[in-house]
């Protein structure tokens, strides 16, 4: 089948289907490979760039799904729904974020790690449907865990968690103050320098002492 009645169909099935649909179900109705399909629909999404469309083909984890372009929401939203537009305060995305980077985390645990109360965070986020609940953890009470969704890696544009950005290294210093990223590494070239330097001095021989060098004279005479 040519590419161009592949592209066809494929933007059908996303358009009728209206969600995700995974790369298993195209490749079976399309008997095609995955990179041959892979392949196809990564030309799709150049040419949708190209033309200007109001479209576009995202991938989250194993699945794909068409949708209309986030940055023409606000245009969109108006029409589809009366609703205020979602808003999250910072506190908001603090604990989503917290959630992103700590999958399957407690209620309890997120309130450790901010210092303060995240019922009303959490039913936010909940609402808004960027979290889910993910079941009971191991722990006395048996508290309940959330996880992110589909709907948060939509939102902030990431394909899968494993997207997120990497995280800055820290720790405290004598005054408990938060030392962050690039002071730490300049204190571990530092620490590093000094480790070859003591390494140097260690493997250096020692000097002559005056009275073996005169023993060693006396030897040879």
Known sequence: MEIEKLKSIIEAILFAAGRQVSIKELMITLEISKDDLENIIVSMQEDYKIQNRGIEIIKIDDEYQLCTKKELYEYIYPILDKRSKPNLSNASLETVAIIAYNPRITRAEIESIR?????????????????????????????????????????????SLNDLPELPRYKLDENQQIVIDDLIEDEEETNKEENEQNEIINEAPEPEREEDKNNKEHKEI
Do not use: S, W
Request: proline share 4%; hydrophobic share 40%; with cysteine.
């Open 115 to 159: 210092g303060v109360n995240a019922d009303a965070c959490i039913y936010k986020l909940l609402e808004y449907g960027l979290i889910q609940e993910a079941g009971k953890a191991d722990l006395p009470g048996k508290p309940m865990t959330y996880i992110t969704t589909d709907e948060f890696l939509k939102m902030f544009g990431y394909t």
